[in-house]
């Protein structure tokens, strides 16, 4: 059993890992965690003892098998609980983070079961992240920054980088979510901002900050 606070860590560490692959640093961990390096450092002792995570000093942290296995349920779960909130409750896709990030550490195999069942067996969340299914297992999309294509390209929104309130609100305003279509109109190279056209029938020019944090695949 994991409490809370040991649930948000190996959740943590396996995102900063990029799904487990490489080490963190623990002043990354801290950032992320918002806390003390003192604090990381007694959390992931306690977790090494539980075995789920693996430290090298001056090397830092990645989970182990075990530790991916329990970051996976708990993503798997706060993905179906945003699911619930935006497609049954009618919630907003900027609204459900927090309010998920209190759901998804139940503990009932069944109910998360159950609500994967009623929900369709959905394969993505609100924002375009892959729900992992019961056995962890889950299917990725080649994905790349809007701001990285070439004038001309045409493209389809799969995720999002950045998931805050302030920048789901503005792709709200100007009308871009997952799935939207886009194509590449123009650069500029004064600011970095782009042209683009949206669904074929609207034109508007976002930030370069923006067109980073908007992920896509080519069509």
């Not at 994991?2 to 860590?9: I, Q, T, V």
């Not at 302030?166 to 004064?190: P, R, W």
Request: hydrophobic share 35%.
């Amino acid at each position: 059993m994991f409490s809370f606070a040991e649930e948000n860590y190996l959740k943590a560490i396996y995102h900063l890992s990029e799904n487990g692959h490489h080490r963190v640093n623990t002043n990354a961990l801290a950032d992320e965690m918002q806390t003390t390096a003192a604090s990381v450092s007694d959390m992931i002792g306690k977790l090494s003892k539980k075995k789920v995570v693996d430290y090298q000093k001056y090397r830092g942290v990645k989970v182990s098998d075990k530790g991916k296995e329990v970051a996976l349920k708990v993503i798997r779960k706060h993905r179906l609980w945003e699911v619930f909130l935006v497609d049954k409750l009618k919630f907003h896709w900027d609204e459900v983070h927090e309010i998920a990030e209190q759901l998804e550490h139940i503990k009932s195999p069944l109910l998360i079961s159950r609500l994967d069942e009623f929900l369709g067996f959905p394969k993505h969340d609100p924002h375009g992240d892959p729900i992992p299914d019961e056995n962890g297992v889950f299917t990725t999309v080649k994905k790349i920054q809007l701001s990285m294509l070439d004038i001309g390209t045409p493209c389809q929104v799969v995720t999002v980088n950045d998931s805050g309130n302030s920048f789901l609100k503005y792709l709200d305003k100007v009308g871009i979510t997952i799935g939207t279509k886009i194509s590449i109109d123009d650069k500029n190279d004064f600011d970095g901002s782009i042209d683009i056209t949206i669904n074929q029938n609207k034109s508007i020019t976002i930030s370069q900050t923006a067109a980073e944090n908007i992920l896509v695949t080519n069509l």
